[in-house]
């Protein structure tokens, strides 16, 4: 029975950490007004001092200066709790003349009874915290606040443009910008923290005069005590507190210093020191010889200096054998690739006929993208991308490989799709592509270009302008995130092409585990999979999700037996998926903004519209396909001009007709008809084409 009660009690007491924090924060401010007995105030001083190595370790094991978040309000307490023990040893000191065996043992034994040498001893400590380690960590959490406050904003648009562009998922962007606005919080809070530290010292310097003063006072004038006794007793007591005091105070002061020069790391502090140190061994030998020599001369000490020599030189001599053990390992495992690369069975002629549905080619000096052994992410971006596609448009993108081609100029890429070339760029990879949302004030130096995925204004700007660009508020993107922005943007353009037959008996496959019966029913007895293919080539080129395939599947079940013709049946899924295709259009407020078109031109269509074999066409002179494009252009340049998607609303009938007039004109415009309005949407009329 026992057992239980206690786990429940230790599971209590874990999950309701607030409350012990509580009673200490209370705790501390009783001791600064209830007198606290000598045998407590010991045990009090111990968990001070306690607390502060704790502080200081700790601070040795981050890897990350916001991973101890809580930093600042600690070195908040521990302040509030170093002057309420300062506050109840002067209590004591000056009515007994007894502040316990802590004080007493430090006034004594450190400085070794003397009040002089214990004088000059606290003196140097405040000194050294006041001047040296305060003043360095207050300037150094200054200079940290500023930089990170600044960059903020860069930051953020940083990750708002990974998120549009698909390199990372909402729930990512939402932590990243947790992290961002962390790191800011923590700067700014160390900005103020340190000046507690700053504080404390002086009130060290003060309780301390004032202990020793009126300690004589009364030691003299009410308890009568020789000048001699109570010099001695009150100001070794009183150095005494005064050291007990400025030590822990000294401790979480180099513990502060720590963590704001913190740099983000993957390993501790001291396995920093050991790598970063061991890696130049040469530095360290001639060190070794330098003390070595120092000890030969004469006159100076050789003891010393031959013994500190031989141990520095023993460390150069372990970490020359450990770098010489690094390089043959990565030699080793060079050649390993190497000879898996030669070990590769001969390709077969019949392989040589095999396509590749996309393909990146990369220019030597782009290698390192895909290479993640230096650095490169470009594989992980890739990985993201297909996994976006897939949830955003619904179907698989198929393998991409990533090849080098010596016969590109050295930064360019180019994509291929099927073997033939839809798109190439030319990269500068030890720069960043800076792009204008339309907020910055102050121009950057760089190279201009555009970017390649939707033809914007950008400039190439080098890794130590990206700061300034960043808080200037241009969007920075690194060479990486270009490449596959561009790719994201040509895997939507040509959905179509990349959707194959095979890809869309997978699909139904998948569908069928859960859908059988509209399966079933559709294939292969009123459609076969090549004119399913083709319904959903439609949609896609239309950038419709497929991604709600039983929809798509009912509705062709319902006006398949009525017409074959692939264009008409997608029209009729595309009715059915209105909700889907209005939400992507839509502003957060429920509202979609259109242009629509005049009735009389959408009756000139409808006349114009022939009969072929192969389907209905609308054979509109050029001249004319030209005019109503211009005049479908002007009355969408509101909707531009104001960020919206252009949108173009027509009649059922004429939609897909309208689209082809106007889409060599104008490739990005969406044209929706009045069956495909979510009814719970609110329209708004921005403007009519006129005829």
């Known amino acids: 029975m026992a057992a239980p009660l206690q786990q429940t009690a230790r599971f209590s007491l874990m999950r309701n950490q607030d409350i012990p924090l509580a009673i200490c924060v209370v705790g501390i401010l009783l001791v600064l007004i209830i007198p606290v007995p000598t045998p407590l105030l010991d045990v009090l001083l111990t968990i001070n001092i306690s607390m502060s190595v704790v502080v200081l370790l700790a601070t040795l094991y981050l890897q990350r200066a916001v991973d101890f978040a809580v930093f600042p309000s600690l070195l908040l307490l521990l302040t509030l709790y170093r002057l309420s023990l300062n506050v109840a040893a002067t209590r004591l000191i000056l009515s007994q003349a007894n502040a316990g065996q802590v004080i007493q043992a430090f006034g004594s034994f450190v400085t070794s009874g003397n009040m002089f040498v214990g004088m000059v001893i606290f003196v140097i400590l405040v000194v050294i915290q006041f001047v040296v380690i305060t003043r360095g960590a207050t300037r150094i959490s200054e200079v940290a606040a500023r930089f990170t406050l600044d960059a903020m904003p860069g930051k953020q648009m940083g990750v708002d443009s990974d998120l549009n562009a698909g390199l990372i998922t909402e729930e990512q962007a939402r932590k990243r910008r947790r992290d961002i606005e962390r790191e800011a919080d923590f700067y700014g809070a160390m900005d103020g923290a340190t000046k507690f530290v700053r504080g404390d010292a002086i009130a060290g310097i003060i309780i301390t005069i004032v202990n020793i003063i009126f300690g004589l006072i009364i030691g003299i004038v009410m308890m009568g005590m020789p000048l001699a006794d109570a010099a001695s007793t009150y100001t070794i007591l009183t150095i005494g507190d005064g050291l007990v005091s400025q030590i822990p105070s000294l401790i979480v002061s180099t513990a502060a210093g720590l963590i704001v020069t913190r740099t983000v790391s993957e390993e501790n502090l001291g396995a920093d020191f050991g790598a970063q140190l061991g890696r130049y061994p040469r530095a360290l030998g001639v060190a070794a010889a330098m003390l070595a020599l120092f000890g030969l001369v004469p006159g100076m000490p050789a003891g010393p200096f031959l013994v500190v020599a031989a141990v520095i030189g023993f460390l150069a001599y372990a970490s020359r054998e450990t770098q010489q053990r690094l390089r043959e390992r990565e030699r080793a495992e060079e050649a390993a690739a190497k000879a898996a690369e030669t070990e590769k069975p001969v390709a077969r002629t019949e392989d040589l006929l095999t396509v590749d549905p996309l393909k990146i080619e990369l220019g ?328």
């Open 364 to 691: 030597y000096g782009l290698i390192m993208l895909a290479d993640s052994r230096q650095g490169g992410d470009l594989l992980n971006r890739i990985q993201i991308i297909r996994q976006q596609i897939a949830s955003k448009m619904g179907f698989i993108v198929p393998v991409i490989r990533i090849v080098d081609n010596m016969r590109l100029r050295p930064n360019e890429y180019c994509v291929k799709l099927r073997e033939s070339v839809i798109a190439s760029y030319e990269l500068m990879p030890d720069y960043f592509l800076a792009m204008n949302p339309g907020l910055v004030e102050e121009e950057v130096g760089g190279f201009p270009t555009k970017e390649p995925a939707f033809g914007l204004p950008a400039v190439w700007v080098s890794k130590e302008d990206r700061d300034r660009a960043e808080r200037n508020g241009y969007t920075i993107v690194e060479p990486s995130a270009v490449l596959a922005t561009h790719l994201t943007e040509l895997i939507y353009v040509h959905a179509d092409e990349i959707l194959t037959r095979e890809d869309v008996q997978t699909l139904v496959n998948h569908l069928k585990e859960t859908a059988p019966t509209v399966v079933n029913e559709l294939l292969p007895g009123l459609l076969t999979y090549g004119e399913l293919q083709k319904v959903l080539h439609y949609l896609l080129r239309e950038r419709v999700s497929i991604r709600n395939l039983e929809v798509i599947l009912e509705t062709l079940c319902d006006y398949a037996p009525r017409t074959k013709d692939a264009e008409v049946l997608a029209e009729y899924c595309r009715h059915a998926l209105a909700r889907e295709i209005c939400a992507a259009y839509a502003d957060e407020k429920g509202v979609l903004r259109v242009v629509t078109v005049a009735p009389e031109l959408e009756q000139e269509i409808l006349t114009a519209v022939a009969q072929a074999e192969t389907g209905e066409y609308i054979p509109v002179p050029p001249a004319r396909a030209d005019a109503i494009a211009e005049k479908t252009a002007q009355a969408l340049q509101t909707l531009v001009l104001s960020g919206q998607e252009p949108v173009t609303l027509t009649s059922a009938p004429v939609r897909r007709f309208f689209k082809r007039i106007v889409q060599r004109r104008i490739p990005k415009i969406v044209v929706l008809s009045y069956h495909e309005i979510d009814p719970a949407l609110t329209l708004e009329s921005e403007g009519q084409v006129s005829a």
